[in-house]
């Protein structure tokens, strides 16, 4: 008796892309001790157990589970297939060898999603880059669990095909039943989906403070607050996003992406607005950037476009926080394995904040601060040099007196403060126009900070002046340059004035010499 043969594609995740996989079925004449059924092609745990559940699935759904010795193939085999995606294109692989079954859809539509015990077919990750993948690769649609229908929906030229059972799958690629793709509008579905949940203009006070949520926002600066418990260095935090630039629909499929991989999306689909990931201090380097066994996207690629807010800086491991250096500087993550090596993108705004102190009342008028200035000292060493220098904006957040809690009157609206942001952004891409990997001011190099932040001899006197008589670091001084360019932005002026470097010098409250002095 000859054996039988079935191919169905299927697509794995590598990185936070997908790849093309090729699952071939060949079941051959065999009883007692030689039959069975074995996986092959690279598998890692969660894929070898899928015979299990194939086998139940089928069974449970009312089909005939072949008898003999079953190999199932993963191709290419020389890359590791792990998660659980498979489950339905083994479990219609086998059917189709088994029964025999052919149709023109198998070669033409790519199938992925877990299986149940019962043949239903349960929600994966990462739906959105398997759906750019079979879009890359030319094929017609893609089979997929209900439950992340809407999220490959926004890829448009492909068929998106929800199945809710191992029998609703089948039937649809042998041609015996059509089931209607799902559709939607990607850009009025972004469009929904791109406001946020809270407003600068719910934080009373601290207007210098918001002023320099401003600038940073402006010029991409990364920003650390310093200031006593309940100052509102949180709140502030959470409503940087919402001033930055809006995001662009291209960004959005970037993000959406990274969260789908991680299992973070919902039935929404779409991640519309810019993310804010403000992970515990407990927190591994491996969590913090990546990596693991089978490299995983971390918190520097979930905040990817957005925000990463490190609350209490200085209780961060410091092996953690140096872990940062590298995708601060790069906007990426290089992961290397022995059998791998990813890049996952980490482009993102840091936002940190600590207490001046570590009993945190050393700025507090009210509460008398205990600490000796070797504590203080040995505190602010926890943030290493490096680490500091790419921090631009270093900003004192007093406490909060009562009569600002109190005054009914709140202040501007993240709308009009997003509005002069966006215009500064607009001015900085003009500027650099042609540069490779200069976006914003931030992103400044010695050659750019040269050519676009020149000093007249009146602000170049200034800015001396505060060096030598605050005890300014040398590293302040590039700094102060690129925060002075984007206050000028902000205020639509070319050139650089006294009064943008004043502002600039103001929010490098760790260099000054009265805090190295404690």
Not at 42 to 53: C, F, H, I, Y
Not at 438 to 455: D, E, K, P, T
Request: proline share 6%; glycine share 10%.
């Amino acid at each position: 008796m000859p054996g039988a043969y079935a191919r169905i594609f299927s697509f794995g995740v590598y990185g936070i892309d997908a790849y093309l996989v090729s699952v071939e079925i060949d079941i051959a004449p065999a009883a007692g001790e030689t039959a069975g059924f074995q996986v092959v092609g690279l598998p890692e745990g969660a894929v070898k157990e899928s015979r299990d559940r194939v086998r139940a699935a089928v069974s449970n759904s009312g089909f005939w589970f072949p008898t003999g010795r079953i190999t199932a193939n993963l191709a290419p085999a020389d890359i590791r297939k792990e998660g659980v995606a498979f489950d339905l294109p083994l479990a219609v692989g086998v059917l189709a060898a088994g029964q025999g079954l052919s149709s023109e859809r198998l070669a033409r539509y790519a199938l992925v999603g877990e299986l149940g015990l019962s043949g239903e077919v349960r929600p994966l990750r990462g739906a959105l880059p398997l759906a750019l993948g079979v879009r890359a690769a030319g094929m017609a649609g893609l089979v997929l669990p209900a439950a992340n229908a809407v999220e490959a929906s926004v890829v448009e030229g492909i068929d998106v095909i929800p199945v809710e059972t191992l029998k609703e799958a089948l039937g649809f690629v042998v041609g015996e039943s059509e089931i209607f793709p799902t559709r939607s509008d990607p850009v009025d579905l972004f469009d929904r989906l791109s406001h946020y949940d809270v407003d600068l203009a719910e934080v009373h006070g601290q207007a210098s403070a918001k002023r320099a949520l401003e600038v940073a926002a402006a010029g991409g600066h990364n920003l650390l607050m310093i200031g006593p418990p309940g100052s509102g260095k949180t709140m502030l935090s959470r409503r940087l996003p919402t001033i930055l630039p809006a995001m662009i629909f291209e960004e959005s499929i970037e993000v959406t992406k990274i969260h789908s991989i991680a299992g973070l999306t919902d039935a929404r689909g779409l991640v519309a607005t810019r993310p804010f990931r403000a992970p515990h201090h407990t927190i591994s380097d491996v969590a913090l950037v990546g990596g693991g066994t089978i490299p995983r996207p971390g918190e520097v690629s979930l905040a990817h476009h957005g925000v990463l807010f490190l609350d209490e800086m200085p209780e961060f491991p410091r092996g953690v926080l140096e872990a940062l250096r590298q995708p601060l500087e790069d906007g990426l993550i290089t992961v290397t394995r022995s059998s791998m090596t990813c890049q996952f993108p980490a482009r993102f705004m840091l936002c940190g904040s600590m207490n001046p102190c570590p009993c945190g009342y050393l700025s507090d008028p009210t509460r008398e601060c205990r600490c000796t200035p070797v504590q203080v000292q040995r505190y602010h060493a926890r943030l290493s040099g490096p680490l500091l220098d790419r921090i631009d904006l270093h900003v004192e957040v007093p406490a909060v007196k009562y009569q600002e809690l109190t005054r009914g009157a709140a202040g501007e609206t993240t709308a009009d403060v997003r509005a002069r942001v966006q215009a500064a952004r607009d001015a900085q891409l003009r500027r650099y126009r042609g540069i490779p990997g200069v976006l914003c001011n931030a992103h400044m190099r010695g050659r750019q900070i040269r050519s676009f932040c020149q000093l007249d001899g009146e602000t170049l006197s200034l800015l001396e002046r505060a060096m030598a008589g605050m005890g300014l670091s040398a590293r302040a001084y590039d700094r102060i340059l690129k925060v002075a360019r984007t206050i000028a932005d902000l205020a639509g002026e070319e050139r650089i004035g006294p009064a943008h470097v004043s502002e600039a010098i103001q929010y490098r409250a760790l260099d000054r010499q009265m805090w190295r002095q404690l």
